[in-house]
């Protein structure tokens, strides 16, 4: 027994080195990061909905939850990824943000799902692992490759039952006019009848195109979510607005009756079908040392926006924008106009990085003091997700604020806009600048006469012996060249 117990646990090892080895992208799915769920209470119908689609496998097998920016697409995806956990129906999720150089590659998507269907099913799991140890260069092949092999084939074997989401499809980098991914999706799915693909996307033309390829249209459920009755969403998004301001209340205390009904009733208004309008109006009202009641006036003084971002279908003059330069208004309006491109070019390197950066890597590669750079990002906190770590990544909250800050058309204030040609340039510049002046010969101090496959702890010399800034710049300054001739290049186009 004990000679058989030796072997399991040798196989057990062997089986998850290759996992672990494997090439596939950490913190794509639905457990990691500060993700979070719907309120209870709150999306009800449509949440109803999608589990009854999950568990009828009479059902088509494709769902496309559809919806604009802000409306609770990720939100909702999250949701359904932990019931569907809790119900032992999830075998995979993967969620695309093009914060993150491998989570908006297309070509890391099946992969990351495989590993994922590898390490909950141990019927799966017996047929990827020698796949993978006979091709090792498997997670580099085409997507078509790529699903056949790693996907369709294992779970065509295994014959299990079980829920694959994939989150934001828009913000994958896709070159081709339809889906590249949907497109592959499309020629295998009715393979495997046992497997349902929850999927949400901004309805961008590609994401259209790709959903409406024959293979696809016909096994595929769509929901248009902003295109609830704006009863019910404005329902929620109360609902909402009151959990957070009861939260706030109970923290701060002497608040009351606050808000006031006619106050509840004008950030609903306002909100317009958005979600991400409300969560954004916590945030602010919420801020660190500030009165949320006086916060709460300053917001709901501003004049509603007459910019772009609001003509959506849910209401034309939405004020996402208003909220957005309010916000940045509040926290930037006083300052000495000298000190306004210091402002820019640290929005400049939260929105265009090529990975989430941190305070103190931002303020390396733009030669700022840590303090400035720290203070700024304080400042916009509502806009932003930070950690108390100044060592810690800080990203936008929502894909939306990127989007605005970019677009003249909707950052109508020259203080903040950020165009992405000239500080694509500036963060090419601080990354050559950076290794001109620090780069070394072996600043790892590797032994002489070695590849870089015979040093066990390269990864570890590496953290050590480079800095964050440094890392980056080595990893992204051509990515910024790139980024910077093609925006450049498609507006003389």
Not at 26 to 39: I, P, S, V
Not at 144 to 159: D, T
Not at 255 to 271: F, H, I, S, V
């Amino acid at each position: 027994m004990a000679v058989y117990e030796q072997a399991c646990e040798l196989i057990d090892r062997a089986e998850a080195s290759v996992l672990n080895n494997f090439r596939y992208a950490q913190g794509a799915e639905y457990r990691h990061g500060d993700r979070t769920g719907c309120l209870k209470g709150t999306r009800t119908a449509v949440l109803d909905e999608i589990e009854l689609w999950a568990r009828d496998f009479d059902e088509p097998p494709v769902y496309w939850l559809n919806g604009l920016a802000g409306t609770g697409k990720s939100t909702i995806a999250q949701t359904i990824a932990e019931r569907t956990f809790a119900d032992g129906q999830l075998g995979a999720s993967f969620f695309c943000s093009r914060d993150f150089e491998d989570r908006k590659d297309l070509h890391f998507i099946f992969p990351t799902l495989a590993v994922q269907l590898a390490r909950k099913y141990t019927e799966f799991r017996s047929i990827f692992v020698p796949l993978v140890q006979s091709d090792p260069a498997i997670a580099h092949e085409s997507l078509y490759s790529q699903m056949r092999k790693l996907i369709i084939g294992p779970l065509q074997k295994s014959a299990i039952s079980t829920v694959i989401v994939i989150d934001a499809l828009d913000e994958s980098k896709d070159e081709e006019p339809a889906s590249a991914i949907l497109s592959v999706l499309g020629r295998f799915v009715s393979e495997i009848p046992k497997v349902k693909f929850f999927l949400t996307g901004r309805p961008e033309p590609r994401v259209r195109r790709g959903f409406g390829l024959p293979l696809l249209a016909e096994a595929t459920d769509v929901f248009v979510l902003h295109e609830v009755e704006p009863t019910r969403v404005g329902n929620d998004i109360r609902l909402f607005l009151r959990h957070s301001f009861l939260e706030i209340s109970d923290r701060r205390g002497g608040l009351d009756g606050w808000p006031t009904k006619e106050q509840l009733n004008l950030l609903c208004e306002r909100a317009a079908g958005l979600f991400v309008y409300a969560v954004a109006t916590v945030k602010f009202i919420d801020r660190k040392n500030n009165d949320p009641k006086q916060q709460l006036d300053r917001l709901l003084q501003s004049p509603e926006s007459s910019a772009r971002e609001g003509r959506t279908k849910l209401k034309p003059n939405t004020t996402l924008d208003s909220l957005y330069m309010t916000i940045l208004q509040e926290a930037f309006g006083d300052d000495d106009p000298e000190d306004d491109h210091k402002t820019r070019s640290v929005f400049g390197v939260v929105v265009l990085a090529a990975n989430p950066l941190s305070p103190s890597t931002i303020a390396t590669l733009l030669g700022f003091s840590a303090k400035d750079v720290s203070l700024r990002l304080s400042s916009a906190h509502s806009l932003l997700i930070l950690q108390e770590n100044a060592n810690s990544p800080v990203r936008p909250f929502h894909k939306s604020f990127p989007d605005f800050i970019v677009d003249p058309a909707r950052c109508i204030d020259q203080k903040f806009h950020v165009p992405p040609p000239d500080h694509h340039m500036k963060l090419l510049t601080g990354c050559l600048d950076l290794m001109d002046r620090t780069l070394e010969k072996n600043m790892c101090k590797l032994p002489d006469a070695v590849t870089n496959s015979e040093v066990p702890d390269l990864r570890d010399r590496a953290e050590r012996y480079i800095n964050s800034a440094l890392q980056y710049a080595c990893k992204s300054w051509h990515k910024h060249l790139v980024d910077e001739h093609t925006v450049r290049t498609c507006k003389r186009g």
